[in-house]
C-alpha cells in the first residue's frame, strides 16, 4: 500500500521554469534512494536525476547546470526544480522511490509515480 503521487508538469516557453514534486505514502519504512526519469515520445526512458537518503545527487548530463533535485525527509517528497527549460525536455516525467516496507523488512522495492507531462514550447 505505498504510492507515489506526483504533481507539477504543464506547459512552459523555453527559457522557464517549473518545479515537480512527489511524495510517497503508505506502509512504508524508509525511503532510500529517490529519482525522476523522463520518457519523450518515442525514446527510451532515461535518468535525469537521483538522490540518495544522504543527500548525494548525480545528473543526466543533458541537465546539468540547470536542474536540481532535492528532498525532504520528514515529508517522504522528492523534487525536480528545472531552470532554462529547453524543448529537448519535453518529455512524460517520472519519480521513482526505492522503499522499505513497514511489512517486508527484508528487501526493498522500487515505486514509480504515474507520470506528469512536461512541455517546452520554442
Known amino acids: 500500500q505505498v504510492q507515489l503521487v506526483e504533481s507539477g508538469g504543464g506547459l512552459v516557453q523555453a527559457g522557464g521554469h517549473l518545479r515537480l514534486s512527489c511524495a510517497a505514502s503508505?506502509?512504508?519504512?524508509?525511503?532510500?534512494?529517490m529519482g525522476w526519469y523522463r520518457q519523450a515520445s518515442g525514446k527510451q526512458r532515461e535518468l535525469v536525476a537521483v538522490?540518495?537518503?544522504?543527500?548525494?545527487?548525480n545528473y543526466a548530463d543533458s541537465v546539468k547546470g540547470r536542474f536540481t533535485i532535492s528532498r525532504d525527509n520528514p515529508r517522504n517528497t522528492v523534487y525536480l526544480q528545472m531552470n532554462r527549460l529547453k524543448p529537448e525536455d519535453t518529455a512524460v516525467y517520472y519519480c521513482n522511490a526505492r522503499i522499505l516496507r513497514t511489512y517486508d523488512l527484508r528487501r526493498s522495492s522500487d515505486y514509480w509515480g504515474q507520470g506528469t507531462q512536461v512541455t517546452v514550447s520554442s
Open positions: 503508505g506502509r512504508l519504512f524508509s525511503v532510500n534512494d
Open positions: 538522490i540518495t537518503s544522504g543527500g548525494s545527487t
